[in-house]
C-alpha cells in the first residue's frame, strides 16, 4: 500500500507563492519512492479534476498549460516527497490540490482515474 498526505495550502494574494508537499509512505516490500509516477491533480468547486503536473519516476515531467512557467514539480528520493511549487498565483488558481501516484509508467498520465493511490487534498485559495 501507499499512503499520501499532502501539506502546504492555503490562503495567498495574487502574485504570490505556495509550496505544496505530498509525503509518501509506502508498506509494499520491494517497492520504492523512486519507482512511482506521480502527479498533481486540482479541482475547483463546480469544475472536474483536472491534472496540473506529472513526474515519471522522477525524471519525465508534464505541465499542464495552464501550470507551465509558474509552476515546478519536483521530488526528493530520500523524504519520500513529492512538491509542487507555486509562483505567480492567480484567482483561477483556487481549488482544493490532491496528488497521486502508482507504480505503473502511465501513458495516461492526466487522468485521476488511472493512479492507484491518491491523497485526501490541501485547499488553496487565492485573493485578488
Known amino acids: 500500500q501507499v499512503q499520501l ?12 507563492s505556495l509550496r505544496l508537499s505530498c509525503a509518501a509512505s509506502i508498506s509494499l516490500s520491494g517497492y520504492s519512492f523512486s ?5 498533481w491533480f486540482r479541482q475547483a468547486p463546480g469544475k472536474g479534476r483536472e491534472v496540473v503536473a506529472a513526474i515519471e519516476r522522477s525524471d519525465a515531467i508534464n505541465y499542464a498549460d495552464s501550470a507551465r ?25 483556487t ?8 507504480f505503473r509508467r502511465l501513458a495516461t498520465w492526466n487522468i485521476w482515474e488511472k493512479y492507484a ?4 487534498g490541501t485547499q488553496v485559495t487565492v485573493s485578488s
Open 5 to 16: 498526505m499532502e501539506s502546504g495550502g492555503g490562503s495567498v494574494r495574487a502574485g504570490g
Open 35 to 39: 519507482l512511482l509516477s506521480m502527479a
Open 69 to 93: 512557467g509558474r509552476f515546478t514539480i519536483s521530488t526528493d528520493g530520500p523524504k519520500n516527497t513529492l512538491y509542487l511549487q507555486m509562483n505567480n498565483l492567480k484567482p483561477e488558481d
Open 95 to 102: 481549488a482544493m490540490y490532491y496528488c497521486a501516484a502508482d
Open 117 to 120: 493511490y491518491r491523497g485526501q
